[in-house]
């Protein structure tokens, strides 16, 4: 084996660690994405890409199968280029979310395609010219099963927390002013607020806005504020593009104080926060039946 397709195996070992990890961090992230190519019911195999990620790309790192793990790594990836093509095509994606929560990482369609091959032709190569080495040291196992327990509770804990968040049956209002969120709005007891918290980066943040701007023209809510993690340069460039009809309010940093998901959403009635929505926004039609 020569020291080049070391180097393959080890890039591509990598990217899968990455990939998984970040996926791992805050699973909804991924699991939305799933959704937005249309397969909305198969979010419950989020989870299990993710592990199966991170252990080839463990198993690349530590140089264990090469031919056998670079096989099924590249069949992965040419199945998920696939569906992201569909996703494309059929359902105007663009970001594929196959870095989670990593924003920056998450690129336009070419870059993505791009990368995908490029990664293709390493992951072959280590198949055709790689070895089949099979045992490893105390260490190195040590470390396989440490990092793939990790992962496991972060993605089993991620994804848990996601299917609650959802679970708007168990959800119990909260008085604003006991909650994080007063330090940032000010409402009024007659008036039913949506408070959109985003981040002009977050690629999920600005799919929502198509629908975000048509909750006070349907009569969701009496208003809508967003709070922005940015400046207002990145504001001006926003309203270039989306030309929004609500109010934006920019924050730094604090803003994490609330949350560190983009984009959360709180509805505020009555003083009191009755509903809140991770992740990409219903349509108007959808949230109005829904309350």
């Known amino acids: 084996m020569t020291k080049r397709i070391e180097l393959y195996a080890l890039v591509s070992g990598l990217l899968f660690l990455l990939s998984g990890i970040a996926k791992a961090v805050d699973i909804s ?10 397969f909305g019911n198969l979010q419950f195999v989020a989870p ?3 592990v199966v990620e991170v252990a080839l790309g463990l198993l690349l790192l530590f140089q264990l199968w090469q031919k056998r793990t670079a096989l099924w ?4 990836v040419a199945m998920f280029t696939l569906v992201y093509a569909y996703g494309v095509l059929f359902h105007g994606v663009e970001d594929c979310g196959c870095f989670g929560t990593i924003s920056f990482l ?13 990664l293709l032709y390493l992951l072959i190569a280590v198949w055709r010219k790689g070895e089949n080495k099979s045992s490893a040291n105390v260490w190195a196992v040590a470390a396989i099963i440490l990092a793939l327990t990790i992962t496991a509770f972060m993605t089993g804990y991620t994804f848990r927390k996601m299917r ?7 959800f119990k209002a909260q008085a ?18 949506f ?4 981040s002009y980066s977050c690629p999920h943040c600005l799919n929502s806005i198509a629908n975000l701007k048509e909750y006070e023209r349907a009569g969701v809510v009496d208003r809508v504020i967003a709070l922005a993690l940015g400046d207002s340069i990145q504001e001006k460039k926003f309203a270039e593009v989306f030309q929004p009809n609500f109010t934006i309010i920019n924050h730094s940093k604090e803003l994490l104080k609330l949350t560190n998901s983009f984009p959360k959403s709180f509805i505020v009635r009555n003083d009191s926060i009755v509903r809140e929505i991770a992740g990409e926004l ?5 949230l109005k039946s829904a309350k």
Do not use: M, W
């Open 195 to 198: 408070v959109f918290v985003f």
């Open 73 to 76: 790594a590249a069949i992965l």
């Open 164 to 170: 609650t968040s959802h679970n708007q049956e168990n």
């Open 282 to 286: 219903p349509s108007a039609y959808l």
């Open 106 to 118: 998450n690129s336009s369609p070419l870059v993505t395609f791009v990368r995908n091959a490029v």
């Open 176 to 193: 604003i002013e006991h909650s994080e969120l007063r330090n940032f709005v000010q409402t009024s007891k007659d008036s039913t607020y």
């Open 29 to 38: 992230v991924f699991a939305r994405a799933i959704s937005q190519y249309g």
């Open 48 to 50: 299990l890409i993710v």
